[in-house]
């Protein structure tokens, strides 16, 4: 469900030098991934050995997180600075071969400045509780309402200053959807629930201008249905609440600043509009990467194999097969990825580099470095 619970330390490990590199196919090759949440300490002789390593493991380029809702990772002039990685390093990773997708968070905001003085851009689940005061399961899920122009706008404005950057490759949008309505089966344990159906505190989408926009439309105020999963145009109006706001919005931002515009998405997309109101199959991207974290959904790789086929069945956009691989043996590691890749992914990636060494990478060049 959530990625800063699972990350296992937003300090980098140095990685170690390995003598295997991936071997080639005459088949066509995949290009591969790998998400990451860059430390700030560290050294660009550092970063340049590291860049140097995933290249030669089979890795094409890196997904840093330089926007988490709160803070950049970027030289930005309108949100809170941490630092200036991304601008540092950004020619360390070109130099090593490696693309760079900016990796920012779209709907969670978590700003005094936001929360203070707009508090009216926040979603609303089905008890009227706004995100701000009751977020859905952790602290930072304060989502903002993906169907008011102003949040748009806001958001918009993030892809624009990552599309300025010169030499960054693409945009990457993480938490473009509303907050979970169902998490993994995996999970319920975790945060002491049950979900074998929706229940209202996790139902979003219920603000004061969507409610007027549906009713001004539909005729009925949504937070009045009896049953608002029975309700298709309810469903249908949360969907393209997302959609509009990326092929609209986002997508236009990024390539007006000659850059790609990728995503990170939930498995599907049929899963994906049941569990997080997400319709990615119409954003219109230049590519997709759905979270296929079996052991989330109690699952192995059958699960990377059926949604991964879903998703390239879906759209024309390469479709590269993310795996969250902590839990993974080395076995396991190798046939998520074997999977993916025989299921039709143009690639994978991996969550995320804190979950790998030596051991694994050499693992990961093997696996890829045998298509």
Request: charged residues 25%.
């Amino acid at each position: 469900m959530t990625r800063r619970e699972l990350l296992k330390s937003a300090a980098a490990a140095a990685f170690v030098p390995f003598a295997s590199t991936p071997r080639q196919s005459s088949s066509k090759p995949s290009r591969n991934y790998v998400w990451m949440r860059p430390s700030v300490s560290r050294s660009a002789d550092d970063w340049k050995r590291d860049f140097e390593l995933l290249r030669a493991a089979g890795i094409h380029g890196i997904i840093p997180e330089v926007y988490n809702g709160r803070q950049t990772l970027f030289r930005s002039t309108r949100l809170p600075v941490r630092g200036t990685w991304l601008n540092d390093t950004l020619p360390l990773a070109r130099a090593a071969g490696l693309e760079v997708h900016a990796w920012m968070w779209c709907m969670p905001c978590l700003l005094d400045s936001v929360i203070t003085q707009h508090p009216d851009w926040y979603n609303v689940n089905a008890r009227g509780e706004s995100a701000v005061s009751k977020p859905a399961y952790v602290d930072y899920y304060k989502f903002l309402d993906p169907a008011r122009p102003e949040v748009r706008e806001f958001v918009r404005d993030t892809v624009r200053e990552l599309a300025a950057i010169d030499g960054l490759t693409g945009v990457h949008l993480d938490y473009i959807r509303h907050p979970d309505a169902i998490l993994p089966r995996g999970l319920w344990s975790k945060y002491g629930i049950t979900q074998e159906r929706v229940h209202p505190p996790y139902d979003y989408g219920y603000t004061d201008y969507s409610r007027r926009l549906f009713k001004e439309k539909h005729g009925v105020d949504p937070i009045t249905l009896a049953d608002p999963e029975t309700s298709r145009e309810w469903l249908q109006y949360r969907l393209d609440s997302v959609v509009d706001l990326v092929k609209d919005y986002l997508a236009p931002a990024a390539r007006a600043g000659g850059k790609k515009i990728s995503a990170a998405v939930f498995p599907g997309p049929s899963l994906a509009r049941t569990m997080v109101r997400q319709d990615w199959g119409r954003f219109g991207l230049d590519a997709y990467y759905p979270m296929l974290y079996s052991s989330f959904y109690e699952a192995g790789p059958e699960f990377v194999k059926k949604y991964t086929e879903e998703g390239r069945s879906t759209v024309a956009a390469p479709v590269y097969s993310g795996l969250y691989v902590a839990p993974f043996s080395d076995a396991q590691l190798a046939e998520s990825i074997e999977t993916a890749i025989g299921a039709g992914a143009a690639g994978v990636s991996i969550f995320d580099a804190g979950a790998m060494n030596t051991a694994r990478w050499k693992v990961f060049a093997s696996a890829v470095g045998s298509r």
